[in-house]
């Protein structure tokens, strides 16, 4: 599944040297605004134990984990919305995502230079929030002045569209991002057509320093984000760069001995990817044989046709049933052969939902 969170932030916050941590994809990281010119594009395998136990009942010849996919997206600054700095190309790669992970500064470091002379995260939070939403002003207001034309004609669409870009613009003009409007469900749907930058859901990752990744909620800088998201229902994971890029280095028992060893219960690449998983309404399910055990992505919500059509289009075309069994039944079981003597194994039709954590066996003919 193609979804994809944009790595965002004032230049010198930490942005692509988290990027560069958690994808190992080598984007240049520098002391300088800009350094980070064009959108930069890193897969990374989702961490998820349930696949290594399912890997370790079945013994199958290849695991396949699933991936997520992070776009490092140039620095911007005040007056990105007019074309200052890299504004335009920073809009334009931000559309393109479907969820925005904002870094933000909380670590003080007199040898890296911030943008604006000092460290005040809520300010660098709002000077991008601000360029987005002039951004969507400028949208918005060009649909009003057509859409307007056709709705004092009684045209009952322009009607219709023209109340969702009166709340927008009303939203705009008291510095309020779109994906604070309340609207109904017909509303949202068209909205979402509208492709507003303020419209896409945001996950704030506070950046701290070594010292503090342990202690972190201490720091003022990070109670401020946390008290801020809060206000506009955003979730904030602390993360600290410096130490995922040391984390990038190593690997399987290397990597759980060096989280031991700083008292890290969990790296900031698998706070970030379940963040963004929560924040795009992601799931989990697996497909189990003996050639392959593998973890597909689906959103939550999703039908069997269409979760079998994650595989391929023909298992959605063909779908006849889904042979389906909790990951919990199946652990607990054992092996497959005794979770169907158990009756944990069931058919289910068409309007099935699958849910997180399903082991799946999908019939299908075309």
């Known amino acids: 599944m193609a979804l994809t969170t944009g790595i965002v932030g004032l230049p010198n916050v930490g942005k692509s040297t988290l990027f560069n941590a958690i994808t190992q994809a080598g984007a240049e990281s520098a002391n300088y605004p800009f350094c980070t010119i064009d959108p930069n594009v890193g897969i990374v395998e989702v961490p998820d134990e349930r696949l290594d136990k399912l890997t370790e009942m079945v013994e199958p010849h290849k695991t396949v984990p699933t991936a997520f996919e992070f776009t490092d997206i140039a620095g911007i600054v005040e007056g990105a919305s007019k074309g200052e700095g890299l504004g335009n190309k920073f809009l334009s790669h931000i559309r393109q995502v479907d969820a925005i992970s ?18 005040d995260p809520i300010r660098d939070i709002e000077v991008i929030n601000l360029e987005l939403i002039l951004a969507d002003m400028e949208t918005v207001e060009k649909r009003l002045a057509k859409v307007g034309k056709m709705a004092r004609q009684k045209d009952k669409e322009a009607m219709f569209e023209l109340e969702i870009l009166e709340k927008f613009r009303d939203a705009f003009e008291n510095e309020k991002p779109a994906r604070s409007v309340s609207l109904t469900e017909e509303q949202t749907k068209f909205a979402k057509g509208m492709h507003l930058l303020t419209m896409k859901p945001v996950l704030y990752a506070a950046n701290v ?34 130490i995922e890029s040391e984390i990038a280095e190593l690997e399987g028992e290397e990597k759980q001995e060096f989280l031991d060893d700083l008292g890290i219960e969990e790296s900031g690449l698998d706070q970030l990817i379940k963040a963004a998983y929560n924040l795009l309404g992601l799931e989990t399910y697996f497909t189990a044989g ?27 075309r063909g779908f006849i049933r889904a042979e389906v069994v909790s990951y919990d039944d199946l652990t607990e079981a054992g092996s497959m052969s005794v979770a169907k003597e158990k009756g944990k194994v069931r058919l289910e039709g068409k309007d099935y939902v699958v849910q997180d ?3 799946v066996h999908f019939r299908f003919n075309v």
Request: aromatic share 4%; glycine share 4%.
């Open 209 to 242: 320093s070594e010292e503090e990744i342990l202690d972190a909620d201490s720091n003022p800088n990070v109670q401020r984000v946390r008290e801020f998201a809060k206000e506009e229902n955003s979730e904030v994971i602390v993360v600290c760069a410096k």
């Open 290 to 316: 003996k050639q392959e055990v593998r973890a597909w992505t689906i959103k939550h919500g999703t039908r069997a046709p269409q979760a079998a059509g994650v595989i391929h289009t023909d298992f959605e």
């Open 102 to 119: 904002h870094v933000v500064r909380c670590f003080n470091d007199d040898n890296i230079t911030h943008v604006s002379g000092s460290v």
């Open 357 to 359: 954590g399903d082991v």
